[in-house]
């Protein structure tokens, strides 16, 4: 069954500290989405990517956060400098909307801890 | 963003319990309706999306309402393996498609 995937699978980074989470989704896929999930709170949407372009974004996704698909399979989500609320599991998901039902696949995660 | 809302339980079955969550959205524009299930510390994965005229998967059956603008899910014959979060997802409608996560029910299935 394709899959989602992401990676790193966890990541520690200090505070202040640029970080880049990579996914590769679903080959013939052509919606992107990040979310991100605050340990015991809800999954909340970041952004969504199609055509190499941004299509929505939340008021979480400000100036610290870019997303990009620099080479046609990666989709990445860089925060430039961390902050101690910036940990979170952060979500990939994908679908290909062709087919009418618009389910999200999802990666793994990256959980990513912010000292 | 129009909210998605859950009753967060945690419900505490024994196995081969009945039970049912419900989930109500705000935004009477909703297009897509799903449930997704996820395990402590996993991605959500889909369980169903829910139709319009209800549908059934086994032991699970999904209901919309959109008159009172919320959905249903009903697990029968509760399993051990049933124990998780349940998440309610809708993907919006007026010109925001994004899926939209109610924060789940938990579900506890005890011997």
């Known amino acids: 069954e394709p899959e989602v995937t992401q990676t790193p699978s966890h990541q520690v980074t200090q505070m202040g500290q640029e970080v880049i989470l990579r996914c590769v989704p679903i080959s013939n896929h052509l919606y992107f989405y990040w979310y991100r999930q605050i340990l015991g709170q809800k999954v909340e949407f970041l952004v969504s990517?199609?055509?190499?372009?941004?299509?929505?974004k939340s008021e979480i996704f400000d100036d610290q956060f870019s997303v990009e698909r620099p080479d046609g399979s990666n989709f990445t989500l860089k925060i430039r400098s961390t902050k101690l609320e910036d940990s979170a599991m952060y979500f990939c998901?994908?679908?290909?909307?062709?087919?009418?039902?618009?389910?999200?696949?999802f990666g793994a995660g990256s959980r990513l801890t912010v000292l | 963003r129009k909210e998605v809302e859950q009753d967060p339980g945690p419900f505490n079955v024994p196995e081969g319990a009945t039970v049912a969550f419900n989930c109500t959205y705000s935004?009477?524009?909703?297009?897509?309706f799903f449930w997704y299930r996820q395990d402590c510390r996993k991605e959500p994965k889909l369980l169903m999306s829910?139709?319009?005229s209800g549908n059934e998967d086994g032991r699970f059956t999904a209901q919309l309402n959109r008159a009172s603008q919320y959905i249903s899910l009903l697990i029968r014959d509760s399993k051990l393996s049933d124990s998780a979060t349940y998440l309610c997802v809708v993907r919006q409608g007026g010109g925001s498609y994004i899926p939209t996560f109610g924060r789940g029910t938990s579900l506890i299935v005890h011997p």
């Open positions: 829910v139709y319009s």
């Open positions: 935004n009477s524009a909703s297009q897509s």
């Open positions: 998901a994908s679908f290909e909307s062709s087919s009418g039902a618009n389910v999200l696949t």
């Open positions: 990517f199609y055509n190499n372009e941004i299509s929505e």
